[in-house]
């Protein structure tokens, strides 16, 4: 590895880290209960784990994202092998945004149609 990628991967770690700490850190924290925790409780934690993910962490990732890509692209000086590689970044997010969208979707769709009520399973 070149030291330029080396100092490359360093700087994005340092970024999210950055980005995300502060943000891993809001509210009340992941687990919902504080000393006696039911059954229920406990089965409210995924939910609240999938909720802090697409609300918290895929955000920061996604801007983070546009972000590497848009430097990429600024920086390419008309070569256009790295310019379409930046848009191929861009696209793989924006796909990728779909996908966690339509999946959760999904999930709600399969809970309804099998006779369950999905606001009750996802509070």
Known sequence: MTMLKIQTKTLILTLVFLFLLPIATMGSG????????????????????????????????????????????????????????AKRTITYIAVGLIVISLSWTLVQWFITAIGGNPSTIFP
């Open 30 to 85: 992941l687990v919902p209960c504080t000393d006696n925790c039911t059954i229920e409780q406990l089965f409210d934690l995924p939910n609240i784990v999938i909720d802090f993910v697409i609300d918290n962490i895929v955000p920061g990732i996604v801007m983070i994202g546009i972000g590497w890509a848009a430097v990429i692209m600024m920086t390419s000086a008309g070569d256009p092998a790295k310019f379409q590689q």
